[in-house]
């Protein structure tokens, strides 16, 4: 069985809150709910938007929280990230792109795609020729090996009208490469705040609440000039991977004023 601890959107800033909301007291606790209850666990995945608007002073202290884990932690990109930052002050695989942030880790039960869809100056999501082909080639060296995604940008609407303004723009390109994959298994999606899961294209995709904070539910119907938190609490996923099958827990860290100030 592979055992993968899953955690997304700390957006991690080195001082102040987020509309009160504390980044790095809940980075911390959840390492160390992940320490306690799941060292078993083969590594960590971070999909993405790891840090705010200080990229040196962010990055570096970020690197100091995540050497807390006891597991592996393998960061990605997500829009708020900045890749000469995080090459600077992450360590990355040994067989990461050149020129993107994209790689694979090889398990017992298949192969683990960490994808960069970054799109410099924008909050929607890219995948340009050359991650496609990149992508395209990994999946066809290892078409006899199942193969799990994780992305930060939805490459489809969720039903979510404000996320799905900035998902990625080449979803429809996306989702025919690897509809020619019949070894793509799952997809797992950042970006979007909220747990979401279904199919698309028969493929079966899920989404995971942000360790930060949460995005509201889509009724009522808000805008980015009116968002505020919902009053929901943080939380990280679970997945365990045995004989092709894969199981996904949402698990709560912590609540929702959990670190907040005053």
């Known amino acids: 069985m592979t055992k993968i601890i899953w955690m997304s959107d700390p957006h991690f800033q080195t001082k ?10 809940r980075l911390a606790a959840a390492i160390e709910h992940a320490n306690a209850h799941h060292s078993d666990a083969d590594f960590v995945i971070l999909s993405g938007d ?11 202290a970020l690197a100091e929280y995540l050497g807390r884990s006891e597991l592996p932690i393998h960061p990605m990109m997500g829009n708020n990230d900045n890749r000469d930052g995080f090459r600077l002050r992450l360590a990355l695989p040994a067989d990461t792109m050149p020129g993107f942030i994209q790689f694979a880790r090889h398990t017992a039960d298949g192969i683990v795609v960490c994808l960069d869809t970054h799109k410099v100056g924008s909050h929607a999501g890219q995948f340009c020729d050359a991650r496609r082909d990149w992508l395209d080639e990994l999946l066809r060296t290892y078409s006899g ?40 298994k799952h997809l797992f999606m950042g970006h979007v705040h909220r747990p979401t899961c279904g199919t698309m294209r028969g493929i ?18 808000w805008d980015w000039d009116s968002f505020k938190p919902a009053r929901e ?4 996923g679970v997945l365990e991977i045995s004989n092709g099958n894969a199981t996904l827990q949402y698990t709560q860290f912590c609540d929702f004023a959990f670190g907040m100030d005053g």
């Not at 987020?18 to 980044?23: H, N, S």
């Not at 199942?146 to 039903?159: K, Q, T």
């Not at 079966?204 to 119907?221: K, M």
């Open 204 to 221: 079966p995709f899920a989404t995971l609440g942000a360790l930060s904070f949460q995005a509201p539910a889509p009724r009522p119907s």
């Open 16 to 25: 102040g809150t987020i509309a009160g909301l504390d980044p790095r007291a």
């Open 50 to 60: 790891l840090v705010g608007d200080d990229i040196e002073g962010d990055y570096t």
């Open 145 to 184: 090996k199942d193969a799990y995604i994780f992305m930060h940008h939805p490459a489809f609407a969720l039903g979510l009208p404000k996320q799905d303004e900035i998902m990625l723009e080449e979803g429809d390109a996306f989702l025919n490469l690897i509809c020619g994959h019949p070894n793509v």
């Open 233 to 236: 609490a943080p939380q990280y």
